[in-house]
């Protein structure tokens, strides 16, 4: 299969864009009561996508403008093994030149009020990407 090549995807392939068709489908509660703040721009303004195909990954969420990823972790992310797959996503994440945001479930179910606190701080500190050189 040959990789849509456009900056918003990073290379993603087609069988990452089906996956990530079929996840959007299946959210964990969590992902559902964050994606309820993230859509339609009501976070500073900004375009949020969930489930959103990066190279060979998927990411729970994904602003553009910001080069923003946020990941939301259930109890299977305490496990040695999931956790050490994440910090590897992660790294491979920031080698893209994107930002990685990490939240547990339990976070965003019992305080959501907060986890949008650190959402709105951090994309105010992030560079908007419309002011980048996009032949970069």
């Not at 964050?34 to 303004?45: E, I, S, T, Y």
Request: proline share 2%.
């Amino acid at each position: 299969m040959k990789a849509i090549e456009k900056p918003f995807f990073y290379g993603a392939s087609p069988e990452i864009f089906r996956r990530a068709k079929l996840l959007r489908g299946e959210m964990t509660e969590a992902e559902k009561v964050l994606w309820q703040w993230l859509r339609k721009n009501q976070v500073n303004g900004l375009r949020f996508y969930r489930q959103h195909p990066i190279s060979k990954f998927i990411v729970d969420f994904y602003c553009h403008s910001k080069l923003l990823v946020i990941e939301l972790d259930g109890g299977v992310h305490n496990k040695f093994e999931v956790a050490e797959r994440d910090e590897n996503r992660e790294v491979e994440l920031e080698k893209l030149g994107l930002k990685v945001l990490r939240f547990k479930n339990e976070d965003v179910l019992n305080d959501i009020w907060k986890v949008i606190s650190i959402i709105e701080s951090a994309v105010g500190l992030l560079v908007d990407r419309s002011k980048i050189d996009e032949s970069t």
